[in-house]
């Protein structure tokens, strides 16, 4: 079994910036991806950033410019640095592992961010 916590939300002023952690731990062999992913309230989650076994990132569109998504491969953690926030980021954010073999996902607990002056 994987687990992975996070850590590092919390409430900010628009303009602010937060640093987002996650650390896997378990029975990991082989990680494809990490990534990040938020769900408001009432809408569905949706994909933030994700960093492959290769480093190669992929952002979507709304955050490109803001938010940096890095890895550290021996600790098995992932994080986001997010800068200038805004009203609309304001969401719980997931961190979630694609392990290779087996084929499985893993899902963190989620960290409130909330981005409000």
């Known amino acids: 079994q994987v687990q992975l916590v996070e850590s590092g939300g919390g409430l900010v002023q628009p303009g602010g910036s937060l640093r987002l952690s996650c650390a896997a731990s378990?029975?990991?062999?082989?990680?494809?991806?990490m990534g990040w992913y938020r769900q408001a309230p009432g809408k569905q989650r949706e994909l933030v950033a994700r960093i492959s076994s290769d480093l190669t990132t992929n952002y979507v569109d709304f955050v490109k410019g803001r938010f940096t998504i890095s890895r550290d491969r021996a600790k098995n953690s992932v994080f986001l640095q997010m800068n200038s926030l805004k009203p609309e980021d304001t969401a719980v954010y997931y961190c979630?592992?694609?392990?290779?073999?087996?084929?499985?996902?893993?899902w963190g607990q989620g960290t409130q961010v909330t981005v409000s002056s």
């Open positions: 378990g029975r990991i062999v082989n990680i494809n991806a």
């Open positions: 979630k592992l694609e392990h290779a073999l087996p084929r499985r996902d893993y």
